[in-house]
């Protein structure tokens, strides 16, 4: 009995490795790819009789009081908002119907507009980065010392790297750029010394940790400030254009709360992101939020266009290439921030 145990266990052993043998030759092996971010529902309203507004944002400091909107106290319409820290990754997502609404960086958007036909249309500006950014190294102290050196940039955030670069006499192939999905990557890549630099922005990572050095940051005299706005699907404001009234009527109205009431303002906000008060605080040093007023007295159609395609001309140096070919001038529309009923901000300027 005990031999035929032990021949069964043998042979059983011998089939085993003779099937492994004959699957790993079949079975091919896949390259590894880092996994994207994936996106994260922040908070829904409770409905409102009609389908929710659907908006992508990103993780960024100008992006985070859209997160405090689902439940705003004069919230009127039906919102879900979510996470989406890459930012191809959200221009995609509002291409192919995914999201209704998404907030990122002008210039992330002209690039958009260079890959996906009609992926959305410019309609305010949240605010400007004044520190928002700010560039790392191990062992460089100015622009001029990244030469033929390593940068760790987030997607969709290398214009402004690209454009300092410029800015201090460097082509784009005399330095290479890596792209990450998050900052906290870029960082990692720069402690793993696989990089020699890396553009951050969440304040607490921007001080980059031992051994490195601030190259520039966005609230310096020199550099190019960072644009961040929100667009709409075309389709989307063809339909809906009252909804799409709404969230902005409620998102100018945190943001007017933010400038006159700012603790009243930061505990929702803190809430829907689940930052302390006092790190949100910090969050938002780093970017000028604007308020409607701001937005109607700063923005200007013609204006916008141009910027655009001068953006799409420096991505072109950069060597980036599209294959969309939507008119720019049909990407911006400023008819709803226009009709927009005054805030309480603007009525009282008006009454001065």
Same mark, same amino acid.
Request: aromatic fraction near 4%.
């Given at each position: ?184 990557? @870029?960082? =990692? *890549?720069?402690? +793993? ?5 890396? #553009?951050?922005?969440? /304040? ?119 294959? @969309?070919? =939507? *008119?720019?001038? +049909? ?5 709803? #921030?226009?009709?927009? /009923? ?11």
């Amino acid at each position: 009995m005990l031999k035929r145990v032990i021949l069964n266990l043998v042979v059983m052993a011998v089939v085993t490795g003779v099937l492994y043998r004959i699957l790993a030759t079949q079975i091919p092996v896949l390259p590894w790819e880092r996994p994207k971010p994936t996106p994260t529902p922040v908070a829904a309203a409770t409905p409102l009789g009609r389908q929710p507004i659907r908006i992508g944002i990103s993780d960024r400091p100008a992006n985070l009081p859209m997160a405090a909107l689902p439940k705003w106290p004069d919230n009127h319409q039906a919102v879900e908002v979510v996470v989406v820290p890459d930012t191809n990754l959200r221009w995609e997502m509002l291409a192919a119907g995914q999201l209704d609404m998404a907030c990122g960086t002008l210039d992330s958007f002209s690039l958009a507009l260079m890959r996906f036909p009609r992926v959305g249309i410019y309609l305010f500006s949240l605010g400007t980065s004044v520190g928002e950014d700010v560039l790392v190294a191990s062992s460089a102290t100015r622009l001029t010392d990244l030469k033929h050196k390593s940068v760790a940039v987030p997607q969709g955030q290398d214009y402004v790297v690209g454009l300092a670069l410029s800015q201090a006499g460097l082509s784009p192939s005399e330095t290479t750029m890596i792209a990450t999905h998050t900052d906290q990557e @870029a960082l =990692a *890549e720069l402690h +793993q010394h696989a990089v020699q630099a890396a #553009l951050l922005w969440e /304040p607490q990572l921007a001080k980059g940790g031992e051994g490195t050095s601030v190259v520039f940051t966005t609230a310096d005299a020199k550099t190019p400030r960072i644009e961040e706005m929100c667009a709409v699907r075309p389709d989307v404001l063809h339909s809906r254009p009252a909804e799409v009234s709404s969230v902005m009527r409620t998102w100018f109205h945190i943001i007017d709360t933010l400038r006159t009431k700012p603790g009243l303002a930061r505990e929702p906000i803190a809430r829907a992101t689940g930052l302390a008060v006092d790190v949100l605080g910090d969050y938002l040093k780093t970017v000028q939020l604007s308020t409607l007023a701001e937005n109607r007295n700063a923005l200007d159609q013609a204006l916008l266009v141009s910027t655009i395609q001068d953006q799409q001309s420096d991505f072109k140096m950069m060597g980036k290439t599209g294959t @969309a070919s =939507a *008119e720019v001038s +049909q990407a911006v529309n400023l008819d709803l #921030l226009r009709q927009l /009923p005054a805030t309480v901000e603007e009525q009282q300027q008006q009454q001065q």
